[in-house]
């Protein structure tokens, strides 16, 4: 354009008389976690679309790094797997009792000790167990039982019980860590999860690719139009501004290819997103804390046996992806740290469709940098076998968590579990 | 203007109830509103009398997927051979969802049924249930502005629901909760209002409605499944002694439609959609008498909302939807989309922008349903996700197939029109409302343009940059909010 730019951006704002839209006050957050929307059979390629303007400005992505370079990488199960199918605890007699038809047989089992073992369909993570960077610790979870998936969720990610503050556990995590740039705490989907939601900024990507604003054009006016549009107060408000700050570094991950580590990424959802994670944390674009998900885990009907079922493809998509990941970052695995989360476990008794029902407690993995890796943690409380059975919790979920960032982070976690004493579980180094 | 007289636009007061209540408020469905006497007039016809007016373009879409007249075991069988997947035929359901909403001219029949068939969800992706999904589907609109004492049993005992929540396998033997909770949970009393005692009663009642998965798919009651003894579910109880389960299973989902703890769960529901995030307790608290005074019938709820103060002090408040935010603009930019030939034709690759966006219709991975909130919409990557389409549309570039955009030089009169004209009248016809000072700057910023400047058909923002102008009414607050 040959016109001046007419209005100099940042006078508009206090001028502008609309709107009431600027009055909605940040409310009661998201009922729900985040999931992992994208559907999975369509795709659309990026190369059928082509924009005649502009070019995307090369953003001068200025890498930081958390005083660790740590990053930590939460992988939510989502709806609730069954942690007795996949780290079985085959030492203990109720559970061929109560599993008659979908136990796993003691001999499929992979890197067993005396009481428990990997499901077999877990064997590409064998690599990373033997070589000590793969940990489980059994008989996770909640202080008390919650059913819901929708309530629990919340819950083990507010992970501050009986506060009725709007922040997440990562998102206090986050104001322990120096820095303010959004994407520091990043999310892999299409929605904040609620363990980021809060007073600190965020930033939510579907894909690596698509993290850029259409139409940017060299002369900033687009940007600078956006910025003076939603210069508000509201939720939408935030997530523009913090969409434009974030897709403005973002640049570097973008321009790093995926990776083509020897143990290719499982064609899955999760595939997808661990490869895009990967070129997130290599391009070194300062996410100390990168979230995710997967899906599929509420298996009230077709489990499955060990030849087959929801549980065994879902476990080796689990598997084929983490081993996956962890190829790909190569010596840079060491910086990463890589925790699973349920909302909460299966009942210990099968029901009649080859499935289980919602119970109580869980397995946690534990990968990557910093942990005592091959071997079984957490105190085994025994099951029992009635229809009411669950496997009960003998580790607070946020003692795992505690330790992982006290170690990686170095930071108190005072604040990121309030009024909580975290017991030891020495699953981290 | 090229189309010449400047867009007359309704009161602000009139204008927030057509848009909460419609995909888009455009001139077209401003004359409907005129026509029948004011907006208040047309939400009342728009309840109770739909058929009034004529809906035939929005009728004859449904023609441009053939398959979603098919029934189960065809469309398994075809699944099967793989003549075409069941997730190809959902994909087409969501394509005509979105279509039908693009034309309709019953916009608040077509808002119910997205809302009652989100908050009873069954997900269009599964691989069982899509075989009874369009049925579904159909079997809710049928009820959407009816009672829900007779949806929710229409819907409950529905194939696709079975299916979905594990009902349609469960038997006496070890019932499976599945239905049985999220029954209690997401259908009706809500979170925190149900005992487990109450989960496995509510399982067993609901043991013996069965569906002849990978086979046949028909529906069918076996006696011999259904656990019998006494049941005590929230304030029910039934001796249940007769194997054949469906009178219990009736009784039961009336019990549950007329609790006083279902109609503050729906309600809350309903204001958390139309009227704001967060809504006021008191307003919920209306509502539900509302409800409850009228045996649950949905239309004498919505006149209370309507009503309400808090709904008239609500405009603009409501973030759009993945596929709000798709349809609108659409129907803002005038968009003509024509019968598909291929997957990249507009009919058919609005699914994708959808999705792009966060969301294709019903296709929430969850039971509990797209979310009414708007936090869940207001994330980084919804932001850049909406600029995405909303460029695309604006310059026409995608989708290119049997679609039809309007012309930047058609916005423009022969003898010219200065810039602040221009946002108005683009205003006026996106937004339908006249351009506020915020939006004028935000558009001076976007092109360059000085307020006052005159704008021919040769200047460069006609020639090449007019996809700026629209995209920044587009990406603004008045357009992603309503």
Redesign the interface.
Known sequence: ???????S?GT??S???????TS??L??????GS??????????GGS??????GASSSASSSARRSPTGAVLVVLSL??AADGLSLVVPHGDPVYYAARPRIAIPHAALLVPDAMFGLHPAMAPLTDLWTSGRLAAVHATGMATPN?????AMEAVEDAAPGSRERNGWLNRLLGELPGSS?LQGT?M????PTSL?GAQP?????RVN??????ADA?G??L???R???S?R???????R??LT??QSFGAARDLPAGQPATAYPDSDLGRALSDVSRIIRAQVGADVITLDQ??W?M??DLGTVEWGDLQRNAGDLAGSLAAFFADLGALGEQVTLVTISEFGRRV?????Y?T??GFGNVMLVAGGGVRGGSYYGRWPGLSDT??ADLLVTTDYRSVLSEVITRRFGVSTASVFPSFAPTPVGVMV | MGRERLVDVLPGRERHLVTRFSYGLTPALAADVRKAGGAQAWFEDQLTAPTKVADGPAEQVRGWWPDLDRGPLDLWKRNVSEVR?G?EVM?DYSRWLLNRRIRTRRPVHEKMTEFWEAMLHVPV?GDAQFTWRVDYGETIRGHALGRFDQLLPAAITHPAMLIF??AA???K??????LG?ELL?LHTLG??NYT?DD?KASARILTGWNVDLWESWKASYVSDDHWTGRVEVAGFSHRNKDPDGRAVTREYLRHLAHHPRTAHHLCLRLATKFV???PPAALVRRLAKVYLAHDTAIVPVLQALVASKEFRAS???K?RDPSEDVVATYRALGVEVRRPHSG?SSANAM??QA??I???PH??????GS?V?????????????S??VH??LS?G??PTQDVTYRMAASWVPKKGIKFRDLVDAVSRELLHQPA????L???????????K?KITRDH??VK??F??LL??VL????H??C
């Open positions: 354009m040959t016109s001046p730019l007419a209005p951006p508009g704002a001028a502008c008389g609309c709107p009431e839209y909605l006050a409310s009661r957050r998201a009922l729900l999931a992992l929307v994208a559907g999975g059979a369509i795709s659309l059928t679309r082509a924009y005649a303007v989502r709806g059913r819901s998936h929708f309530a959004p999310a989907g299409g929605q904040i939601f965020a930033f939510v990507v579907d698509g993290a850029k604003v259409a139409g002369d006016r687009r600078a139009a956006l003076h549009a939603w508000g509201t939720p939408m408000d935030r997530a523009v913090d969409a974030g897709a899906g599929d509420d009230h009907t008794r099968e029901n009649d469709s499935g029902d919602h229809s009411d | 997947g997730w994909g992706s929540l594990s396998t469960s038997t033997k070890a019932p499976n909760e599945n909770r949970e979170v925190g487990e989960v704001r995030q967060d405009a603009g408040k973030l990249e699914l994708w999705e792009n966060g969301l294709a296709a929430w991975p969850r039971p509990d979310p909130d708007d936090d869940t919409w207001a994330s980084p990557a919804r932001a850049l996700a600029m995405d460029w695309s310059g570039w995608w506020s000072k915020r939006l700057v935000t558009a001076a910023h976007a092109t360059g343009c000085r307020p400047e460069e923002l090449w940059a996809p700026r995209a920044a990406d603004s607050p008045d992603l909010a």
